[in-house]
């Protein structure tokens, strides 16, 4: 029998990679969220990745009785404390205008010189499974991805601060490279692979849902 994976996420960008990293695993269907009909919105007021994360998973599912994954993630970036953070999405000041986003970084940057503009993309994952072997527990991965911020877009593949995000060991930026290459070196994709072994084990003591 086939599990049901809800993705708690509406950004479709997100939902490609996760389908992109889960499509082989055996006995499992992901779905969006946007397949369940009307939700309620989960508000994202936590200080931190993993209090947001822990809030999508369980909000989410205790509305839909389903397995759920949850993630929240962002950019780090060092000259700026550490900000975006988890405002990234909304760091402009509306929630997922890439544009005026990539925009206000790259004003916010515009002084700070070649070799110190380091930055990583960190993701945290959450499953929440309320009517399965997790009960009220969750399960949680983290995912991190080294790199620097370019002075302009580069790209248009990927989305958030993909095009103004060069990773480590690559002359390409994340929304240049071949999404099945940011596939295998992204923050998502990194935190995903250890979730994969989570769920494969999970999926096999887990009742059909």
């Given at each position: 029998?086939?599990?049901?994976l809800v993705?708690a ?5 997100k939902?490609?990679?996760?389908r ?46 389903m ?8 950019l780090e ?11 990234s ?7 997922g205008?890439?544009e ?17 503009r ?13 009517n ?5 527990d ?9 790199g ?6 580069r ?16 002359d390409?930026s ?36």
């Open positions: 029998m086939t599990t049901n993705l996420t509406k950004n479709p960008g939902v490609r990679e996760f992109a990293l889960f499509w082989d695993l055996p006995r499992l269907r992901v779905q969006a969220l946007d397949e369940l009909g009307k939700l309620p919105d989960v508000v994202e007021d936590g200080k931190t990745f993993e209090e947001n994360a822990i809030k999508k998973a369980r909000e989410i599912a205790a509305a839909t009785g397995l759920v994954l949850a993630d929240d993630s962002g970036v060092d000259a700026l404390g550490g900000r975006p953070g988890v405002h999405a909304r760091y402009a000041g509306r929630q205008n890439d005026a986003n990539n925009d206000k970084l790259l004003a916010e940057l515009a002084h700070v010189p070649d070799g110190q380091r930055a990583r993309f960190r993701v945290v994952l959450v499953l929440a499974d309320p399965g072997p997790l009960g009220d969750v399960h949680i991965e983290e995912g991190v991805c080294e620097e911020i370019l002075r302009g877009r790209g248009t593949d990927g989305f958030g601060y993909d095009p103004l995000f060069k990773p480590d060991g690559h390409l994340m929304a240049e490279l071949p999404p099945e290459e940011k596939n295998t070196i992204s923050h998502r994709a990194s935190a995903a692979a250890k979730m994969r072994a989570f769920l494969g084990e999970y999926l096999t003591k887990r009742a059909p849902g």
